[in-house]
């Protein structure tokens, strides 16, 4: 019995050091496992690893939220590992975000062994054609004795390559036999699988290391930043017509290369509105430097890292401005339903906007007119896809234009006539005129997401990386905010999933300010551990359910009530005090700006209450006094009079 077990721990013994070292040449830092796959042979092998890299994790699906928010901010690769079918099958809405945000991920899972499968312990599910579309795949068959740990190695960093030039996430699909993730079986004391285990595993990780980093040698896994990869046809969109006549001179004679450099300096030297949508960082600074040479009219969304600049030419609100460029035939024909004051520098024909050319930079946007106004303007419209794919864009419904440079080549395409940088005014919309003065709302308490958004522009410190949730509240930001803060959002097609997990996987990287709605809270309630072992603090703004249904013309307001909004009367006090987190609700300026700013405080969850009756606090000093009066402590290690000191501490702090 014992000499199968050895042989049978052996050769999972060998497996597990391969991984680990694979994982180590591919200088990941971090990996996120599931319970199971510490609990096994691996996990065995990979505590007396010689780099600690792993953490344990055991709802695979925050575990996938939590590792994608970090890779979104790290741009360098995460590994998450998996032991089943079933546990990969809970990563999917995680990697179609990371899909479409193209985050570096790389997941590891394994099939089961086949005496498992024969005993009626096999999975049911078959995520393999599931992934298909997110992943690039790549199958590792650990028990054939010919694929070497240089074999390996080579078969990864093919597979990589591919993984960073359509930018998805890499799935290792391994075929281990015995199972890689199998249970150890239990051992009678005195008869251990392996003598010298520690010092065994360190030696033989390293070995195969060795070998596997010939391989990796000029080898950098890091996402790609520089357009060395050229994009595939599939991927590539190209001019394949005359925009008009000016685009048809351009593309006489010329290269590809060169028709698409000359058609942005032909825009540059034109009347040019640009609409920017979501860049990263670096990205946002070179269209930064190049909007600021060539003076350009701009609408900045709020995933687009160029907002808080002083030095450029805004629309503050861009569904106002199109509203009121639109013709009047649109409203007569019921297209639009609302009509908002124009100012003087607005007050022009949409059929005449003082622009030659629209030219789009980035994609994913949040305001929905921008999508709506780029399909109804198609002439003259440009979008520039740089190291991207036009699928990625939102709004490919318009002639683009591929780069296979980089956004880095804007701020040396110089305008040449400087005079062409005269520009419309900027408009004057909703979020700078027809309000009360910030003054006078600090005064008051906040009655709806607008003010909340309005004072944050002044509450906010400017450190933090900013995370907006969907639904309302990303769009009232997009509308209202106006900070330098770099923000991030999961704008592809998880909905409101993982919401709290993606944002604290950020905020492992760097402080974070997550704001996110009541309903999305609720639905991501397990991920609220994580806020206490990172540098988050959560915003809820708490409106007593999904209030955004309230904007959509619903037949009834009881079908609004019944079927849309599904109000929930709760408050998050009392899960924040399950899990021990830090705890305050707030009503107006002065709490919101003492919280956020107390530096003494690296993680919490402010609840800002905009009920109809403003009760969340008053129903929480109650509980505390309920508390006190009866005499029953809620932890027992404590007597009610600490605890409701506590608890008046965290709500008033």
């Given at each position: 019995?014992?000499?199968?077990?050895?042989?049978?721990?052996?050769?999972?013994?060998?497996?597990?050091?391969?991984?680990?070292?694979?994982l180590?040449?591919?200088?990941?830092?971090?990996?996120?496992?599931?319970?199971?796959?510490?609990?096994?042979?691996?996990?065995m092998?990979?505590?007396?690893?010689?780099?600690?890299?792993?953490?344990?994790?055991?709802d695979?699906?925050?575990?996938?939220?939590?590792s994608?928010?970090?890779?979104?901010?790290?741009?360098?690769?995460?590994?998450?590992?998996?032991s089943?079918?079933?546990?990969?099958?809970?990563?999917?809405?995680?990697?179609?975000?990371?899909?479409?945000?193209?985050?570096?991920?790389?997941?590891?899972?394994?099939?089961?062994?086949?005496d498992?499968?024969?005993?009626?312990?096999?999975?049911?599910?078959?995520?393999d054609?599931?992934?298909?579309?997110f992943?690039?795949?790549?199958?590792?068959d650990?028990?054939?004795?010919?694929?070497?740990?240089?074999?390996?190695?080579?078969?990864?960093?093919?597979?990589?390559?591919?993984?960073?030039?359509?930018?998805k996430?890499?799935?290792?699909?391994?075929?281990?036999?015995?199972?890689?993730?199998?249970?150890?079986?239990?051992?009678k004391?005195?008869q251990?699988?392996?003598?010298?285990?520690?010092?065994?595993?360190?030696?033989?990780?390293?070995?195969?290391?060795?070998?596997?980093?010939?391989?990796?040698?000029?080898?950098?896994?890091?996402?790609?930043?520089?357009?060395?990869?050229?994009?595939?046809?599939?991927e590539?969109?190209?001019?394949?017509?005359?925009?008009?006549?000016?685009?048809?001179?351009l593309?006489?004679n010329?290269?590809?290369?060169?028709?698409?450099?000359?058609?942005?300096?032909?825009?540059?030297?034109?009347r040019?509105?640009?609409?920017?949508?979501?860049?990263?960082?670096?990205?946002?600074?070179?269209?930064?430097?190049?909007?600021?040479?060539?003076?350009?009219?701009?609408?900045?969304?709020?995933?687009?890292?160029?907002?808080?600049?002083?030095?450029?030419?805004?629309?503050a609100?861009?569904?106002?401005?199109?509203?009121?460029?639109?013709?009047?035939s649109?409203?007569?024909?019921?297209?639009?339903?609302?009509t908002?004051?124009m100012?003087?520098?607005?007050?022009?024909?949409?059929?005449?906007?003082?622009?030659?050319?629209?030219l789009v930079?980035?994609?994913r946007?949040?305001?929905?007119?921008?999508?709506?106004?780029?399909?109804?303007?198609?002439?003259?419209?440009v979008?520039?896809?740089?190291?991207?794919?036009?699928?990625?864009?939102?709004?490919?419904?318009?002639?683009?234009?591929s780069?296979?440079?980089?956004?880095?080549?804007?701020?040396?395409?110089?305008?040449?006539?400087v005079?062409?940088?005269?520009?419309?005014?900027?408009?004057?919309?909703?979020?700078?005129?027809?309000f009360?003065?910030?003054?006078?709302?600090?005064?008051r308490?906040?009655?709806?997401?607008?003010?909340f958004?309005?004072?944050?522009?002044?509450?906010?410190?400017?450190?933090p990386?900013?995370?907006?949730?969907?639904s309302?509240?990303?769009?009232?930001?997009?509308?209202?905010?106006n900070?330098?803060?770099?923000?991030?959002?999961?704008?592809?097609?998880?909905?409101?999933?993982?919401?709290?997990?993606t944002?604290?996987?950020?905020?492992?990287?760097?402080?974070?300010?997550?704001?996110?709605?009541d309903?999305?809270?609720?639905?991501?309630?397990?991920?609220?551990p994580?806020i206490?072992?990172?540098?988050?603090?959560v915003?809820?703004l708490?409106?007593?359910?999904?209030?955004?249904?309230?904007?959509?013309?619903v037949?009834?307001?009881?079908?609004?009530?019944?079927?849309?909004?599904?109000p929930?009367?709760?408050?998050?006090?009392?899960?924040?005090?399950?899990?021990?987190?830090?705890?305050?609700?707030?009503?107006?300026?002065?709490?919101l700006?003492?919280?956020?700013?107390?530096?003494?405080?690296?993680?919490?969850?402010?609840?800002v209450?905009?009920?109809?009756?403003?009760?969340?606090?008053?129903?929480?000093?109650?509980?505390i006094?309920?508390?006190?009066?009866?005499?029953?402590?809620?932890?027992?290690?404590?007597?009610?009079?600490?605890?409701?000191?506590?608890?008046?501490?965290?709500?008033?702090?």
């Amino acid at each position: 019995m014992i000499n199968s077990l050895r042989e049978y721990g052996y050769r999972a013994f060998n497996q597990s050091a391969e991984i680990i070292a694979l994982l180590t040449c591919m200088k990941i830092e971090t990996a996120y496992c599931d319970a199971m796959s510490m609990k096994s042979y691996f996990g065995m092998v990979a505590e007396q690893a010689p780099t600690p890299l792993f953490r344990i994790i055991y709802d695979e699906r925050l575990l996938g939220f939590l590792s994608y928010g970090r890779s979104r901010v790290s741009e360098e690769p995460i590994a998450v590992i998996v032991s089943t079918d079933e546990g990969l099958a809970n990563l999917a809405p995680a990697l179609m975000e990371a899909r479409g945000h193209k985050n570096p991920m790389v997941i590891i899972s394994a099939d089961m062994a086949n005496d498992m499968n024969e005993n009626g312990c096999g999975s049911s599910t078959h995520v393999d054609p599931i992934l298909a579309n997110f992943c690039e795949y790549v199958p590792l068959d650990l028990w054939n004795p010919r694929l070497t740990p240089s074999g390996i190695a080579f078969r990864v960093i093919k597979a990589y390559e591919r993984a960073e030039m359509l930018r998805k996430p890499l799935h290792i699909r391994l075929t281990p036999q015995p199972g890689l993730f199998c249970e150890i079986p239990e051992i009678k004391a005195g008869q251990p699988i392996f003598e010298n285990f520690d010092e065994r595993v360190v030696t033989s990780i390293m070995e195969i290391q060795e070998e596997m980093l010939n391989c990796f040698t000029g080898y950098h896994f890091s996402r790609i930043q520089s357009g060395t990869a050229e994009n595939s046809d599939a991927e590539n969109s190209v001019v394949s017509e005359a925009l008009n006549e000016n685009l048809n001179s351009l593309s006489r004679n010329m290269t590809a290369t060169d028709d698409r450099l000359g058609l942005l300096r032909h825009i540059t030297d034109s009347r040019t509105l640009v609409i920017a949508g979501s860049l990263n960082a670096e990205e946002a600074e070179n269209v930064r430097v190049y909007l600021e040479r060539t003076g350009f009219q701009v609408y900045a969304d709020i995933q687009s890292n160029l907002r808080g600049s002083t030095k450029l030419n805004y629309i503050a609100d861009f569904d106002a401005w199109y509203r009121n460029h639109q013709p009047s035939s649109f409203i007569n024909r019921g297209m639009m339903t609302e009509t908002l004051p124009m100012s003087d520098s607005a007050k022009v024909s949409y059929g005449n906007l003082p622009y030659d050319y629209i030219l789009v930079l980035g994609g994913r946007f949040i305001s929905k007119s921008v999508l709506e106004f780029l399909s109804v303007r198609k002439k003259n419209v440009v979008q520039v896809f740089m190291n991207d794919s036009p699928y990625n864009m939102n709004a490919g419904s318009v002639w683009g234009v591929s780069l296979n440079e980089s956004y880095d080549v804007l701020p040396y395409i110089q305008p040449a006539d400087v005079s062409l940088r005269k520009t419309a005014s900027v408009f004057e919309s909703r979020r700078n005129s027809g309000f009360e003065s910030i003054e006078d709302l600090k005064k008051r308490d906040m009655r709806n997401e607008a003010d909340f958004f309005r004072l944050l522009n002044d509450a906010l410190p400017q450190k933090p990386y900013l995370f907006l949730g969907n639904s309302t509240a990303v769009r009232m930001a997009d509308r209202y905010l106006n900070v330098p803060n770099t923000v991030f959002t999961s704008r592809t097609v998880s909905g409101i999933d993982g919401q709290i997990a993606t944002a604290a996987g950020i905020a492992f990287e760097h402080p974070t300010v997550a704001i996110i709605g009541d309903t999305t809270a609720l639905y991501d309630l397990s991920a609220l551990p994580f806020i206490c072992v990172c540098q988050l603090k959560v915003v809820v703004l708490n409106n007593n359910g999904g209030r955004i249904f309230e904007r959509f013309p619903v037949a009834s307001e009881k079908m609004l009530n019944t079927s849309f909004i599904n109000p929930h009367g709760m408050n998050f006090y009392h899960f924040c005090k399950s899990f021990r987190i830090r705890y305050a609700c707030v009503t107006n300026y002065d709490e919101l700006f003492e919280m956020l700013n107390d530096r003494s405080v690296k993680h919490c969850l402010i609840e800002v209450d905009l009920t109809r009756n403003q009760d969340v606090k008053k129903y929480v000093e109650a509980e505390i006094e309920k508390s006190v009066n009866t005499g029953s402590g809620k932890n027992g290690n404590s007597s009610p009079a600490e605890e409701a000191s506590d608890d008046a501490d965290n709500i008033r702090s």
